[in-house]
């Protein structure tokens, strides 16, 4: 298998304006690793805040003029740089966008699927594109308006899905459906990945992300903290979200996430984690190491200690 999509220790930050000329660097992001490859849906998952939609952006090309990056994104084993991304947008690698505002609320669906083009092929392109999300040929001459919110979010795959995408990025493509729509929401990125595209879905429900993912990714406070398989949950922070599933038991987590600019030394867990250990706080900077399913940030191996 190809690594499709590399990101190698990505961080992120904002100029902000404080009060007068005063200047001060946010990092939202920092040392954010992943690997995504063709034919696999790598759920990326974490509570609002965490960095989700920034990375999808930055992947994208599309970061806001004040932020500076970081690190690495290679793509097909090249440099994703934004003038990259911009030329393959919207073919090679698509976005499936977290709101469906993206929408052009003057156009009608058909022409936004097709981008525009009239020609034959791009019709029966489109119709084909339509058909396999289940949105019947008069979809095609309706507003935005008129869509119902999970039409909408068809209309936004069967957009991304029209030029056989090489990486998908989906950002929290299933918020208002119900358990059953997301789940055949989830059915066309498996069809996608088993296309040979690369999927990165992205989410804030891990319940969902075991049930599609080949591999998920565990963000907290702007940083990964994991990337294993769905069957090997070990990072205390990870096992601390799949207790609190409901059929788990529903054991909630005291305390947040740190904001940005609240970011310490040592581990960002470390203050809600059960086998914290006083080296957890000492240390600088808590490496990403190796394991047999992937990737962790933890100086103690969750599985053993929990
Ligand atoms: N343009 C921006 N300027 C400053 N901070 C930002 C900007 N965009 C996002 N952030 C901050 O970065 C953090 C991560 O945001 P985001 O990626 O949208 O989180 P998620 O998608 O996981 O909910 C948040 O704390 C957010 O407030
Ligand atoms: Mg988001």
């Known amino acids: 298998m190809q690594d499709i999509l590399r990101v ?9 304006y404080t009060t007068g000329l005063h200047q001060r660097e946010l990092t939202v992001l920092h040392d954010l690793s992943l690997t995504v490859s063709s034919g696999q849906v790598v759920a ?10 920034l990375l999808a952006h930055a992947i994208l090309g599309l970061l806001p003029y004040n932020s500076h990056m970081s690190g690495r994104i290679l793509y097909a084993g090249q440099p994703l740089t934004p003038k990259r ?30 981008r525009g083009s009239r020609t034959a092929e791009a019709v029966q392109k489109c119709r084909e594109a339509l058909k396999r999300y289940g949105l019947g040929q008069e979809t095609e001459q309706m507003y935005p308006f008129e869509l119902s ?3 909408a979010r068809r209309v936004l795959i069967a957009t991304a899905a029209m030029e056989r995408p090489r990486l998908v990025v ?5 918020p208002g459906l119900d358990a059953r729509s997301a789940k055949r929401m989830l059915g066309h990125f498996r ?17 969902l992300a075991l049930t599609v993912a080949d591999q998920i990714v565990v963000l907290y406070a702007g940083e990964t903290i994991e990337q294993t398989t769905p069957d090997r949950l070990r990072h205390p922070y990870t096992r601390a979200l799949w207790q609190a599933l409901p059929q788990n038991g529903f054991h909630t987590l005291p305390g947040t996430q740190p904001y940005p600019g609240e970011i310490t030394q040592g581990c960002q867990f470390a203050p809600r984690c059960p086998i914290c250990r006083a080296d957890c706080r000492k240390r600088a900077h808590i490496p ?17 200690e929990t």
């Open 8 to 16: 190698e220790g990505l961080s992120l930050s904002f100029t902000q």
């Open 44 to 53: 990326v998952v974490g509570a609002s805040g965490s960095g989700k939609s």
């Open 85 to 114: 991304a911009q030329a393959l947008r919207g073919q090679e690698i698509v976005l499936v966008p977290q709101g469906t505002t993206c929408l052009d609320p003057l156009m009608q669906v058909g022409a936004q699927i097709r």
């Open 149 to 151: 919110g999970g039409m």
């Open 170 to 174: 989906a950002d929290e493509p299933t």
């Open 191 to 207: 069809e996608l990945a088993e296309a040979g595209a690369a999927v990165l879905f992205i989410t804030h429900d891990l319940e």
């Open 288 to 304: 990403y190491r190796q394991t047999d399913t992937g990737h962790i940030r933890c100086l103690y191996d969750g599985e053993d």
